[in-house]
């Protein structure tokens, strides 16, 4: 019994005696995983893939627009793209103006290209001007894509204004407005503002018991421009059961923004005499909803803009606004700008299409035109003044930087050309004069609201050159039936007003043409000017600006019996 005792015992302690006798650890050992080094991909951008696309394909990003930028990238390295993206930025930001900063690409296999989309989008703030665009493509490890730029012109919101602005209620059966008896509620719809008004609709509201025979009650109209007009007839009727006097028909007016178009009540009586012309007749004043503020509408000269009684299919204007000057030229501070110079010329604009009656299609109006625009328009008028054989009449209006060169040439200057460049690439006024007389045209006026000694409407350009004279033109050099009233004299400073919203020429030169009708012959322009320009000034700020009138020879007997309008 004690032996089997004893054997149990001696089991029981062998699982300890086993703990004890693992004492040692295995000898530590190492091993090699080998990988080949990655192999990089080299990102180039297709040449002339980069380009920018918009909704309205003007080329121009205007307020509230939504657009892309768009190019295509080839991997021409030894490895895969992997986690690439496209990286897109504004050299210098646009109030108003958004980008989609990062956007992730899939992966792009050796000699394989991508197409790459970015969104660019504009809110209604944006800022007029240039955006500069630096777009690439990121790899994890260094391997991008060069940064390239592409710039493009931002365009600020300019208002429309759709109302109704005139109407007849006429019958064809009766001379009286009577129950029972059809007539026609004629109205107009006009955009009164410069901006694009889109997707307008019109709707009628009539009274109970007052029935639309034909026509739409709720019409789609689309889009107007400015002054656009939409004619709209209504054929109505009255029944027995309408008991009132008085009849209102209510229009209410709607565009894309819904904040730009004013409703109108028109209010017509029964038994009152109809005729073919309008009825006098009582309606509701419209309500005007919030706008934005156009600085060409702030200004009495901007307003009611007198139509002339016919169109002149011979006369042709090119209208130039340079402003922004250092938006084009690197080290340009604000100050170099021409204020007002672009409303200065899209205000001519207005008073070339209503009051000296050219049609649209041949009025063309540059804001910050830079030397190539120019250029291309002036050749473009050469060639069409030399096809009209002696009829064309040609407006030439600028509102801008002029300076002169070294010897005292004066000079028109391009927003994108400096001061050291002018000779080469402004705009001589001896060869603007050429250009448009060569051809022998009937009649070419030139109006300058710019000075040419160099000095802003702020701040001077040619500080380096004080001593410069100007050399004025050489009346002997002028060819042609040619005029040019000129902003100021010699040295002057051509001045602008903040309350006028425009430069002191240009203001006088629009409210004659305004206050007269257009009915205003050469020499009562220049006398005006001559007298308002100069002694607003001196009262204002004891200033001095003296307007100046340029003829030609050919015309030295003719040209003060020149009318705008004949």
Known sequence: ????????????????????????????????????????????????????????????????????????????????????????????????LNVEGRVTLPTVGIKQKQKVRIPVSAGMD?????????????????????????????????????????????????????????????????????????????????????????????????????????????????????????????LSLTERYGRFAESRTITARL????????????????????????ATLTSD???????????????????IGNEDYATYQKGLRKESNVDFAASDARSFEEYAKKTLGIEQSRITTLINAQNWQIEQELNRLKDIIRLREGQAEVFFFFSGHGVPDDKGNAFLLPVNVSVQE???????????YRTLTEHNPRRVTVFLDACFSGAGRNQGLLAAKAAVRIKPTNEKLLQGN???????????????????????????????LKDTKGTVSYQELSDYLSREVPLFLHEKRKETQHPQVLVSPAVQQQWDKWRFLE
Do not use: W
């Not at 009274?207 to 004619?231: A, C, H, R, W, Y």
């Not at 040619?482 to 030169?509: R, W």
């Open 1 to 96: 019994m004690k032996h089997i005792i004893l054997f149990l015992m001696v089991l029981a302690c062998l699982p300890l005696l086993g703990q004890q006798q693992i004492k040692g650890r295995s000898s530590a050992q190492s091993f090699n995983i080998s990988k080949d080094p990655p192999k990089p991909p080299i990102l180039n951008m297709i040449s002339g893939s980069l380009r920018f696309t918009d909704t309205n394909e003007n080329r121009v990003i205007d307020a509230n627009e939504k657009c892309y930028l768009e190019y295509e990238f080839e991997n021409q390295g030894f490895g895969d793209g992997i986690g690439l993206v496209a990286l897109t930025s504004l050299k210098s930001p646009v109030k108003g």
């Open 126 to 250: 944006l800022a007029e001007g240039l955006a500069t665009f630096v777009v690439s493509v990121s790899e994890p490890n260094g391997f991008d894509m060069d940064a390239t730029e592409i710039q493009v012109t931002t365009r600020a919101f300019i208002s429309p204004l759709v109302k109704v602005t005139d109407y007849t209620i006429t019958s064809e059966n009766t001379a009286t407005l009577m129950r029972k008896k059809p007539f026609d509620l004629q109205v107009l719809v006009q955009n009164t503002r410069a901006g694009q008004a889109e997707n307008v609709q019109v709707k009628l509201d009539l009274p109970e018991n007052v029935m639309l025979i034909s026509g739409d009650q709720q019409l789609f109209v689309g889009t107007l421009v400015g002054g656009q007009t939409k004619n709209i007839t209504y054929n109505l009727i009255v029944n027995d059961r309408y008991v009132a006097e008085e009849i209102p028909f209510k």
């Open 271 to 294: 038994n009152q005499k109809m005729s073919g012309s309008k009825i006098v007749v009582e309606g509701d004043e419209p309500v005007a909803g919030p706008a934005i503020t156009i």
């Open 301 to 319: 000269v901007d307003r009611d803009i007198p139509l002339a009684a016919k169109k002149y299919p011979n006369r042709y204007a090119l209208i």
């Open 422 to 432: 002018v000779t080469e690439a402004g705009i001589g006024l001896d060869r603007l």
């Open 482 to 512: 040619l005029v040019v009233f000129t902003s100021s004299a010699g040295e002057q400073k051509s001045q602008f007003d903040s309350e006028k919203k425009h430069g002191v020429f240009t203001y006088y030169l629009l409210k004659k």
